[in-house]
């Protein structure tokens, strides 16, 4: 008789979600973690699967320095992929993976290629940015791509959804709705921290007004 034995449900879906960003290229893939992670009730919510929050550091998502604060020398035009991390009610760093809407999107351009509507006070020295990484259409995971004039921009695998990171990741091309959220960042000895949440709703969150809600519940249960 075959015996099947039953997995611990998380422990299945942290080892998608890490296959998954380990190929987000792959738009089937990434479609089915954007189908995981579309919504956010309260009732689920643990310091991992908070979204990013002020004080938290952004760490390296994938590559040999996953979990390792992401520093200023790890950045260029390309972009790099990170998680928040914060603390437990314990004091424990705690790397906010568990729901994809935390996942970030980080780069450092040259002096003055930053421009509005990107929230310069959000920036390190008008030069690194970081955003949301999951698209404001379908929540896939958005990647790097080029514009025609062969400058990099953010293209999205899932539909063509293209963003300008210069300039608040305004929606360039393709049918997302909204640009992608600028996580606010300040430099805090060589480690990127966040200053506040997402400034604007991310995938997964109808009006402004539920995102902004659900910050504050965020906020008076984890702080
Ligand atoms: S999910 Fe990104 S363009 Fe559709």
Redesign the pocket.
Known sequence: MTRYKREDPEITRRKFINAALGASAAVGTVSLLSTLGGANPVFRLTPKKAPPMPGDVLVHAVGEKAGQPVTVADLGEELVRAWPMGKDKEGNDVVRDGEPTGILAIYKFPAGEIKAPTRLEGTIDGQIVAYSDR?T????N?GEGKAPSGKGIMN?P????QYEPREGCKVIG???PAPLPQLPIKLEGDKLVATSFFVSRPFGYATDEDWVKYTEQVKELLS
């Open positions: 698209c259409h379908a929540g896939c958005v999205c899932c539909h063509s959804g393709g049918p997302p």
